[in-house]
T-cell receptor
Framework: NAGVTQTPKFQVLKTGQSMTLQCAQD?????MYWYRQDPGMGLRLIYY???????DKGEVPNGYNVSRLNKREFSLRLESAAPSQTSVYFC???????????FGPGTRLTVL | QKEVEQNSGPLSVPEGAIASLNCTYS??????FFWYRQYSGKSPELIMF????GDKEDGRFTAQLNKASQYVSLLIRDSQPSDSATYLC????????????FGTGTRLTVIP
């Protein structure tokens, strides 16, 4: 039982490049989330998916897209990376209680 | 915009002492409050939650909630060096996005 897994762990991009961050959970949770964490800003919600087939914007969605591929997988795509998107990205999932979330290990992204 | 405020610290306490972490929130209608612990370079982990005014104890941890004053606190008794981490306060927004809003965290160091 791996919980929430994320790939890659580290990534360096150049401005304008695109990439997709992958997230998968094996806890049969309905809801999944993408956050970014920046120094002094705390965790901020980018997008979430309350159930398979649905996605909604969070607090900071601009510059990102998401896909809930199936119940297990929720990906985050940066179409044209910008230095302001340098951050640590966390994926999380929850079962019936959306406030009790389980986090993945994170992806450290640097955009040059 | 839900605001959750925490003193960023660092807060240093000697081993065996009580560590007191505080959090205030802006939305008077908030009902659910959570404490996540985050070790350096790791992902957040839920350690406590509280819904009602008063105290809730779990082992060495006590969460305290005062809705009239809009503050939540976390007490750690008999602090251990392994408690050294950043503690994130989170408030669940049930009226809008049904999501968690996090504070920026308080960094705690327990000195052996």
């Amino acid at each position: 039982n791996a919980g929430v897994t994320q790939t890659p762990k580290f990534q360096v991009l150049k401005t304008g490049q695109s990439m997709t961050l992958q997230c998968a959970q094996d806890m049969n949770h309905n809801s999944m989330y993408w956050y970014r964490q920046d120094p002094g800003m705390g965790l901020r919600l980018i997008y979430y998916s309350a159930s398979e087939g649905t996605t909604d914007k969070g607090e900071v969605p601009n510059g990102y897209n998401v896909s809930r591929l199936n119940k297990r997988e929720f990906s985050l795509r940066l179409e044209s990376a910008a230095p302001s998107q340098t951050s640590v990205y966390f994926c999380a999932s929850s079962d019936r209680d959306p406030a009790k979330q389980f986090f993945g290990p994170g992806t450290r992204l640097t955009v040059l | 915009q839900k605001e959750v405020e925490q003193n960023s610290g660092p807060l240093s306490v000697p081993e065996g002492a009580i560590a007191s972490l505080n959090c205030t929130y802006s939305d008077r209608g908030s009902q659910s409050f959570f404490w996540y612990r985050q070790y350096s370079g790791k992902s957040p982990e839920l350690i406590m939650f509280i819904y009602s005014n008063g105290d809730k104890e779990d082992g060495r941890f006590t969460a305290q909630l005062n809705k009239a004053s809009q503050y939540v606190s976390l007490l750690i008794r008999d602090s251990q060096p392994s408690d050294s981490a950043t503690y994130l306060c989170a408030v669940f927004d049930q009226t809008g996005a049904n999501n968690l809003f996090f504070g920026t965290g308080t960094r705690l160091t327990v000195i052996p």
